[in-house]
Nanobody, 123 residues
Framework: QVQLVESGGGSVQAGGSLRLSCAAS????????MGWFRQAPGKEREFVAG???????TYADSVKGRFTIFRDNAKNTVYLQMNSLKPEDTAVYYC?????????????????WGQGTQVTVSS
């Protein structure tokens, strides 16, 4: 059974940092594109960052320069380092995997999803 399990969410003040982790199991994700998405109440799920099998990264404009995505294939884990957090970053953050594909901004392009982890940034 394929599973993606996120961890590392929490509450932080504006300007603070958090590191999210996404541990994958049930298959090897080395050749997959991995993405982080987020969804705030009343809003659609939006792309945050992605990393493909060549370790090429892509970011939403709203997080460029503040967030960093990286992966450890030996641990089958992808991370999202979030610095200089803002209240507008508050959302549930989801990890996703796209089989043997490149990073996509579209949630529907991904094959596997985690359950999400809450990030709350207070001003």
């Amino acid at each position: 059974q394929v599973q993606l399990v996120e961890s590392g969410g929490g509450s932080v003040q504006a300007g603070g940092s958090l590191r999210l982790s996404c541990a994958a199991s049930g298959r090897t994700f080395t050749n997959d594109a991995m993405g982080w998405f987020r969804q705030a109440p009343g809003k659609e799920r939006e792309f945050v960052a992605g990393i493909n099998w060549r370790v090429s990264t892509t970011y939403a404009d709203s997080v460029k320069g503040r967030f960093t995505i990286f992966r450890d294939n030996a641990k089958n884990t992808v991370y999202l380092q979030m610095n200089s957090l803002k209240p507008e970053d508050t959302a549930v953050y989801y990890c996703a995997a796209r089989r043997a594909g490149d990073t996509s901004y579209t949630p529907g392009a991904y094959d596997y999803w985690g359950q999400g982890t809450q990030v709350t940034v207070s001003s």
